[in-house]
RNA sequence: GCCACUAUAGCUCAGUAGGUAGAGCACCACCAUGGUAAGGUGGGGGUCAUCGGUUCAAAUCCGAUUAGUGGCUCCA
């Protein structure tokens, strides 16, 4: 039997051979780092006996891509194991590895409480130290069924059900444990060393509200204590940055009781929503937008028009008006619609570009709201761009270009994902084909990578979607771009062409931040509210040593605002040290302490952010700076 | 909406064999005019989320409601 390795080496073999056998005859330490192996573009566990010769074997460590998978899978079954042993009763449903860890659900009497997760991880750490080796066995169909019946586990017995008839089971078996798991898995339970459970809650079985509740435990898994301390850390990083707590320490946002999912905007908070949009306009005025401001309540009638009176009720709040019934707009294309179609358009007007900041609201399942990621009322940085179909691929392309522009400003990096027609959906075919191969080729032509999600899209038409990554490494869907032909067909949008007759134009939607609200909240936590100067609520602030620079302050305070720029004056009778403590809490990138000497030769001991020491500025200096910074995004 | 948990002063949080509330910060007053991350002293402030029940007595036990948190589902 022969093996070929990565390096193009080949080792020949004879008798009975387990992919370890060969890893350990590569090195003995390779064999205690491995987690599994790739055997001709498959994943294996490493017991997985050999047969015929390998043209592809490549061993997968814990960093390696199947490694970490089969790592943590391993370190979801144990923790299975420990719950079978504390909860003889408890049903385990599945337990999949996942990005940062794995979960399991289980079905228990009492859901676990977080000294129930400490029993487990003591008892998971019993099983390691076990070390049980972790056996693989198959069963035809039936036999499968009858063991899972014997041991009484139903949701296992319902997925085999779910399998063919003449499907082959595989099982892991360790120790006193055995489930139905495809694998792989590590070789013993002794492999895994660093674990942490992190939270319980509830989860439907299959995903689905009309199946049972679940208790599903996350946890995570490396294969050493310094990469589960990075993690851990990591995830404290996020609970620092967390934008409900800034929001409130910062004073930039509230959510009250009197308006659940209904954010307030506070002065602070504000200044950077009208930054945003003060920027917003700036670009889309470049790139030939124009902007409307279309109603926020519209009649039942339109509704209808649009669709969503049937498709989209249970998420609007309506409302009657002179005993006729009114919506609050969830969206803000038919307005847009409607401002189409006040009069005719000539083939000569397209393409065109019609921006809206539309205030929506929508009507968000309780348990689904969350700070500013998710609220049931916020404002799109929509617009509707009417176009001749040969004019997709250039306005795609333009598109993406200004989203991109706006997305570097804020320095995120992000991905975009190319979803296709979904089984149910409408329209022709042939617009289908065009609009999504005009994606796809405004894409390519750009040389942008992209992944694509076949049938993903919505049933209106395909979209492009902007997936940006925050500093600490998180994704959140902002921009999209969607073909829409649902909306030009109900509304009857028409243009005159050259030939003088009526056609269809092609509809795109798009939003760049997605929603103000939910921007503003990745913002607060890529930046851990330590803005850029351009968006911080107050620019610099003037401290005081005395009382004897308080009108000097005011002098110079006068200057900056006459140049535009935030700035506050601290003339409050503290010592020097608690101002410039608070005014650093508060991050102002620019905090000019005055004292009699700086009176005296009419300068600023300004101290900026990331530098220890402070710098000597005239005023006429330190606005220059502040307007730089501002004229620069920075 | 579903499962679990949580709700005490503006903020962060103490307060269990049920006996009608406490700290730090913030706020106010006074003293200190002090040079780079909290100066000192004093003071005001709470229908213990809301409603109901058990009890001689409820912040504390029970139930409901509301809101929040972690998830599921959904999504900008």
Redesign the pocket.
Known sequence: MKVKLPDGSVREYEGKMTALDVVRDISEGLARVACAVKIDGEVHGLTTELTGDIDEFVVLKFEDEGGKDTYRHTASHIMAQAVKRIWPDAKVAIGPAIENGFYYDFDVEK?F?PEDLTKIEAEMKKIIAEDYPVKRFELPRDEALKLMEEKQEPYKVELINDLPEDAIISFYTQGDFTDLCAGPHLPSTGRVRSYKLL?A????WR???KNK?L??IYATAFDNKKDLKKHLNMLEEAKKRDH?KLG?ELELFA?M?EG??FPFFLPKGMIIKNELVNYWREVHRKADYVEISTPIILSRQLWETSGHWTHYRENMYTTQIDENDFAIKPMNCPGGMLVYKMKPHSYKELPMRVGELGLVH?H????????LM???S?T?DDAHLFMLPEQIKEEIKKTIALIDEIYTVFGFSYHMELSTRPEKSIGRDEDWELATNSLKDALDEEGLEYVINEGDGAFYGPKIDFHLEDCIGRTW??G?IQADFQMAERFELEYIGADGQKHRPVMIHR?AY??L??FIGILIEHFAGTFPVWLSPVQAKMLT????SNDYAYEVASLLESRGIRCEVDTR??????K??EA??ERVPYIA?I????IEESTL?V?MRGKKE?TILSPQELADKIADDVLNKK
């Open positions: 859901p409480s939270s809650a509830g989860a439907y995903g689905s509200e509740m208790q599903r409900r409130k959510l009781e659940p999912g929508r968000e399942m309780s348990g689904a709201l969350h700070g998710r609220v049931r916020f799109q869907q902002c999209t939003v997605g929603s609200e939910r040593i005395t009382d004897r009778n503290e010592k020097i040290g608690f410039i403590r650093r809490n302490v004292g009699d000497k700086e001991s101290r402070d």
